[in-house]
C-alpha cells in the first residue's frame, strides 16, 4: 500500500514551485494550491532503502508518498488526480515485481489522455532505474512518454538539476 511518509502530517515548506505554463489539470488554478504550496512527489520502487534514499533527497522541497510497485502507483496517482490534488512528480523504477515501470507509466499517461490532460499539464515522470539500455531507454521515452531518465545511483545534485531544468524547484 501506498503511503505518505512526509513530515508534518505530510506538508513539507520548501523551495519547490511549478511554473506558470503547469496551470493544473484542465486549465485550473495552480496546481499547488490544494497542497498549501507545496510539490507533491510519488516515489515507486520496490526497494524500501531506494524509496527511503529519494524521499531522504526530497524531503526539504515536498511532499512524498511512496508506492512498491506499478499498481500501487496507478492507484495513488488516479487518486491524487481525481481527489484534483496531482501529483507534480513521479519518481518511476522499472524492474518492479507485479505492474513494472513501463507499464505503470503507460498507464498513467492513458488516464491523463483520458481526461484531456497534456502538454504541461502532464504530470513529469522521472524514470529511475539501474537500467540503461537502449531498449529501456527508447521504450520509457517513446512508448511511455516520460519526462526524463535517470540511472541508479541517483546523485541529489544530478536529481535537484532536472527538477531545476523542468521549473520543478527554483535555484
Not at 522541497?61 to 508506492?67: E, T
Not at 505492474?99 to 489522455?113: P, T, W, Y
Not at 539501474?130 to 540511472?151: H, I, N, P, R, S
Request: with cysteine; proline share 4%.
Amino acid at each position: 500500500m501506498w503511503t505518505n511518509i512526509s513530515a508534518n502530517g505530510g506538508l513539507v515548506p520548501g523551495t519547490a514551485k511549478v511554473p506558470p505554463s503547469r496551470s493544473g489539470q484542465n486549465g485550473d488554478q495552480d496546481p499547488f494550491a490544494h497542497g498549501g504550496g507545496v510539490m507533491r512527489i510519488l516515489i515507486v520502487d520496490d526497494e524500501q532503502n531506494n524509496r527511503d534514499l529519494l524521499q531522504y533527497m526530497l524531503k526539504s522541497i515536498g511532499s512524498c508518498d511512496m508506492a512498491e510497485d506499478g499498481s500501487e502507483a496507478v492507484e495513488a496517482f488516479l487518486l491524487a488526480l481525481e481527489g484534483r490534488d496531482p501529483y507534480h512528480l513521479i519518481l518511476l523504477d522499472i524492474m518492479m515485481p507485479g505492474m513494472d515501470g513501463q507499464n505503470a507509466l503507460k498507464s498513467i499517461r492513458a488516464h491523463e489522455r483520458e481526461r484531456g490532460v497534456a502538454g504541461t499539464d502532464e504530470v513529469v515522470v522521472f524514470m529511475v532505474t539501474a537500467l540503461d539500455t537502449e531498449q529501456q531507454v527508447v521504450e520509457a521515452f517513446f512508448k511511455g512518454c516520460c519526462t526524463e531518465y535517470l540511472t541508479k545511483p541517483v546523485k541529489q545534485k544530478v536529481l535537484f538539476d532536472k527538477l531545476r531544468e523542468y521549473h520543478l524547484m527554483e535555484d
